[in-house]
């Protein structure tokens, strides 16, 4: 993180797919947050429902406010709920570049990104990326990021995305497990300050391939990794069965768990905490966390979309940068 940074500046809060409920979270949770977590959503004044408080500069945001404050960016299109407008494609990614530089620079503390809708951008303007983190650490100029799914009662890092599961083991190599473990390593020292982080690594087979009887990669690869980072010195554990990693007494064990593909992942931190979890990206040289939900497009306009995601990441956003 830039060496400006300043820890209490407002968080980047960045539009999204504006036919989505990402902005009408953002509503909510300034109501919930309200002289509690200073944000500043960037977004064409035009699509944003509800009371706003247009500023100029992050600078003129007090935690008095008394209603969201709007860092207005044009954006090509309507927004219609439920109904995405390629015209709005540029635009988006427009806001999201320019979260990034206030908060490189340290005008602010930290992005925060509500959900975009990735066909919306490709047919708009081509966007030439999976999503939002390709994006993000191809602005950042940083070849390798982490997902880290959170909520208070875990951290959990998968290893392997959006791959199909065929072909998890052939994308397990040492030097990409390697680094998956020590960015999340790294990420929890510096943007979680924890000083020496305990991780608990999950087996890539049922039963961490009990002997090698269900598959041999966790004798093969992941055991002597694992031995190898120990040496090293970092906290590491594994790989163990991942059915009994994720109970309350497992989990008090380790700050975050570091799962081998998408499911094994996702699935635990759902269940603890549907609403609630966080997605943040650790490798960036900032602050990065996004709601872990989509843009609903079913429920768009209505009035019922569910904020807790979107306060909770930007809560984690706040602590991170205070951290």
Known sequence: MPSSLKTDAPIALTCGEPAGIGLEVAQKAFETLRGEVPFVLIADRRHVPGELVEISAFDEVTPDMSALPLLHQELGGEAVPGKPDPRNAQGVIDVIARAVTLTRTGRASAVCTLPIH?????????????????????????????????????????????????????????????????????????????????????????????????????????????????????????????????????????????????????????????????????????????PDHGTAFDIAGKGVADPTSTIAALRMAHQMARA
């Open 118 to 290: 990735k066909k919306a951008l490709k047919d708009g303007a081509e966007f030439p990326f999976p999503g939002h983190t390709e994006l993000l650490a191809h602005l950042a100029e940083v070849e390798h990021v982490v997902m880290m799914l959170a909520c208070d009662a875990l951290r959990v890092v998968p290893a392997t995305i959006h791959i199909p599961l065929s072909e998890v083991p052939s994308a397990l190599t040492e030097e990409h497990l390697r680094r998956v473990i020590e960015i999340t390593a790294e990420g929890l020292r510096d943007q979680f300050g924890i000083a020496n982080p305990r991780l608990a690594v999950a087996g890539l087979n049922p039963h961490a391939g009990e002997g090698g009887t269900m598959g041999t990669e966790d004798e093969t690869l992941i055991a002597p990794l694992l031995a190898r980072l120990a040496r090293e010195g970092l906290r590491v554990t594994g790989p163990l069965p991942a059915d009994t990693m994720f109970h309350p007494e497992a989990r008090a064990k380790y700050d975050a768990a570091i799962a081998m593909y998408h499911d094994q992942a996702l699935i635990p931190i759902k269940t603890l905490d549907f609403a609630g979890g966080v997605n943040c990206t650790l490798g960036l040289p900032f602050i990065r966390t996004s």
